[in-house]
């Protein structure tokens, strides 16, 4: 038995956290609390969120037959502890490496995780589906959802509220207030929220009861149970109560055995409520309580001070060029604004916000409101650029076919984390966006395959009139020098990088090229960087299809209806017959694992492009037929 985790060490599932007494539960909580700094200051991984739920963790597992009884989290960055008292405290450490866990809650790994998750808001909606499926299949049991405020300023809670509110079942969500998503919580919510929580009265009259009463008395009990009913006397009716939730708190997220008691009554009250608490992100941990944005997710550092290993200088990431570009076009024209759906940090926008606070918009976690709010704003000759995930774009699709595109309004999207994402696995991959863009009329698409470029496009899209993207990839570039002029690019042109032989000409489109260039200088193959996805360059396509045999596309998006798919059709429509392969991701969701890792998985690196052209090379093709290869 380890002498720092004296109970901590005899808890492998919540059934074991069960058998302890409530009086053990704060000892419980310090250790899970400072197990998970151990932990991660070692792997790095979501940190925070996880240590502002160290203690609901635990009551939650306590005060529920889990996993019979379910929890849905939402999002899944507060997960880690939940992780840790679901059997996968030993793999802790492995958290975002290749066959390791996953880092957000995945059916697939455990029967705790009820549902995988990655995005937010959902968590209201399949806990109310799990609830009523269990209702039809005769099924008694209670599901929770856990959401946090900064998820409640999406859409689709409030749709689930709305919805649940009016049904008969034990649905209970929790609501845990911190007043931080990654940034902070912005909306009219969030001041609602802070306003409940520091109404006067109602406190005051809690206060003095508390004074009064001895805790875990019979009256202490029955005034817990009775200020549920009564709290509208002092507190103005909730949205919450008028969407048709019993509405119990808020109370100290911190105090386990505050937490015990108020889930117990929760699971007494029949039909759908909320319990509403209150906690600090980063709890626990001194660093990461004064900066709870920089904690929220971390690599390896040092638990003393939380200062990470001393690394060299180095070459900027995409998003970081991006950021540079925002600011040095807004100070060029004064009608540009920013917009982001609560990803200041992740995408580069931190000093833009501060530069030019009026013409930056952070809409809180609502991707569809983003981008009707831009449409709206480019209908008034302003010009919007919206910061925005690959992954998270998704959710905005409809708003930007019929809000954008079809009005072909002057919005610039800049699509961060396109292609292989890595560490965070299927949830955050950027690897649809080429397809799902592609087909939309009016839209012009760029992927840049090194850092200037990437400065350049965002210049020629902004320029555009119309809608455009400009998708970069997650991580640092290839080191291209990045000039501060800015330039834009002939639209529509691609750029010829190495005159091969007559065998082979390697199209690629994006971050890969420079894995391309390797495979290109081995197999003394043309190679060109195609830049434009759409419009595409026709002229160069076909040049290629007359001077060579053979023709390979790569790209870092899965292969149905990409790039390479474009090609394909292209050269189908002129008539070429000449064989093709088209190099991308697999037509599955690729685990977490390195960036470097899951491109050698897809056939992406270097060595297997070669490999793959060797082959291609080598096979006879039927002169009467066109043959776009799939690998």
């Known amino acids: 038995m380890s002498k720092q985790y004296p109970l901590l060490d005899h808890i492998d599932l919540p059934a074991d956290l069960r058998k302890l007494a409530k009086s053990d539960l704060p000892q419980v909580s310090d250790e899970l609390r400072q197990y998970l700094i151990d932990q991660i200051s070692q792997c790095g991984g979501h940190f925070g969120s996880g240590l502002g739920t160290i203690e609901l963790t635990v009551a939650l597992h306590y005060v529920f037959n889990t996993p019979h009884d379910r929890l849905v989290w939402d999002v899944g960055h507060q997960a880690?502890?939940?992780?840790?008292?679901?059997?996968?405290?030993?793999?802790?450490?492995?958290?975002?490496?290749?066959?390791?866990?996953?880092?957000?809650?995945?059916?697939?790994?455990?029967?705790?995780?009820?549902?995988?998750?990655?995005?937010?808001?959902?968590?209201?909606?399949?806990?109310?589906?799990?609830?009523?499926?269990?209702?039809?299949?005769?099924?008694?049991?209670?599901?929770?959802?856990?959401?946090?405020d900064g998820a409640m300023t999406a859409g689709m809670a409030y749709e689930a509220l709305n919805h649940g509110g009016e049904l008969d079942t034990n649905m209970l969500v929790?609501?845990?207030?911190?007043?931080?998503?990654?940034?902070?919580?912005?909306?009219?919510?969030?001041?609602?929220?802070?306003?409940i929580v520091s109404g006067r009265t109602y406190n005051r009259m809690r206060e003095k009861s508390k004074r009064i009463m001895r805790r875990g008395s019979w009256l202490w009990k029955f005034?817990?149970?009775?200020?549920?009913?009564?709290?509208?006397?002092?507190?103005?009716?909730t949205l919450f109560e008028e969407l048709g939730f019993h509405h119990l708190g808020p109370i100290d997220g911190h105090n386990v055995e505050l937490l015990v008691e108020k889930l117990e009554v929760a699971k007494e009250i029949k039909g759908p409520k909320l319990l509403h608490i209150i906690t600090k992100k980063g709890k626990g941990y001194k660093p990461a309580e004064a900066d709870p944005i920089k904690y929220h997710a971390v690599g390896q550092f040092n638990p003393e001070d939380g200062l990470p290993p001393k690394?060299?200088?180095?070459?900027?990431?995409?998003?970081?060029?991006?950021?540079?570009?925002?600011?040095?076009?807004?100070?060029?024209?004064?009608?540009?604004v920013g917009i982001t759906p609560a990803m200041r940090e992740g995408s580069g926008l931190v000093e833009f916000s501060k530069l030019f606070p009026k013409r930056y918009f952070d809409v809180g976690i609502a991707e569809q409101h983003a981008v009707t709010l831009a449409a709206g704003m480019a209908c008034e000759n302003i010009k919007p650029v919206v910061a925005i995930y690959s992954t998270f774009l998704q959710r905005a699709y409809d708003q930007l076919i019929h809000?954008?595109?079809?009005?072909?309004?002057?919005?610039?999207?800049?699509?961060?984390?396109?292609?292989?994402?890595?560490?965070?696995?299927?949830?955050?991959?950027?690897?649809?966006?080429?397809?799902?863009?592609?087909?939309?009329?009016?839209?012009?698409?760029?992927?840049?395959?090194?850092e200037n470029e990437c400065r350049q496009m965002l210049y020629t899209g902004?320029?555009?009139?119309?809608?455009?993207?400009v998708r970069y990839p997650r991580g640092?570039?290839?080191?291209?020098?990045?000039?501060?002029?800015?330039?834009?690019?002939?639209?529509?042109?691609?750029?010829?990088?190495?005159?091969?032989?007559?065998?082979?000409?390697?199209?690629?489109?994006?971050?890969?090229?420079?894995?391309?260039?390797?495979?290109?200088?081995?197999?003394?193959?043309?190679?060109?960087?195609?830049?434009?996805?759409?419009?595409?360059?026709?002229?160069?396509?076909?040049?290629?299809a007359i001077r060579h045999s053979h023709i390979i596309t790569i790209e870092d998006n899965v292969i149905q209806g990409g790039a390479g798919s474009f090609v394909n059709e292209?050269?189908?429509?002129?008539?070429?017959?000449?064989?093709?392969?088209?190099?991308?991701?697999?037509?599955?969701?690729?685990?977490?694992?390195?960036?470097?890792?899951?491109?050698?998985?897809?056939?992406?690196?270097?060595?297997?492009?070669?490999?793959?052209?060797?082959?291609?090379?080598?096979q006879k093709p039927d002169p009467k037929k066109v043959i776009p290869l799939r690998s």
């Open 80 to 148: 880690y502890p939940h992780k840790i008292l679901t059997g996968r405290k030993q793999q802790l450490a492995t958290v975002k490496q290749k066959n390791g866990l996953a880092p957000f809650p995945k059916r697939t790994e455990s029967e705790y995780d009820t549902f995988g998750v990655g995005h937010s808001s959902t968590s209201i909606g399949a806990a109310l589906g799990m609830s009523l499926g269990s209702q039809i299949c005769g099924t008694e049991r209670d599901v929770v959802a856990i959401i946090g």
């Open 174 to 195: 929790v609501l845990n207030e911190n007043e931080m998503s990654i940034s902070p919580n912005v909306g009219a919510l969030a001041r609602m929220l802070i306003k």
């Open 223 to 237: 005034m817990s149970r009775w200020e549920e009913h009564t709290k509208g006397m002092f507190v103005p009716n």
């Open 311 to 336: 690394s060299k200088p180095s070459k900027p990431s995409y998003t970081e060029v991006f950021g540079q570009w925002i600011c040095d076009m807004a100070r060029m024209d004064n009608q540009l």
């Open 403 to 450: 809000d954008v595109a079809i009005q072909n309004l002057d919005v610039l999207f800049a699509i961060d984390r396109g292609g292989v994402v890595g560490p965070d696995g299927a949830t955050h991959a950027g690897n649809l966006d080429l397809s799902f863009l592609r087909c939309v009329p009016n839209m012009m698409i760029m992927a840049p395959a090194n």
């Open 462 to 469: 902004y320029r555009h009139e119309g809608p455009a993207a």
């Open 476 to 544: 640092k570039g290839p080191g291209e020098a990045i000039m501060p002029k800015m330039s834009g690019l002939p639209v529509g042109q691609a750029e010829r990088i190495r005159k091969g032989n007559h065998d082979l000409a390697i199209l690629s489109f994006g971050a890969l090229l420079d894995q391309a260039a390797t495979a290109a200088e081995k197999l003394d193959a043309t190679l060109v960087n195609m830049r434009f996805i759409k419009p595409i360059d026709r002229q160069m396509i076909e040049q290629m």
């Open 570 to 618: 292209i050269l189908q429509e002129m008539g070429f017959q000449i064989p093709v392969m088209n190099l991308g991701l697999p037509d599955r969701f690729q685990d977490h694992g390195t960036r470097e890792e899951l491109l050698k998985e897809a056939g992406l690196d270097a060595n297997s492009i070669i490999q793959s052209a060797q082959q291609f090379l080598q």
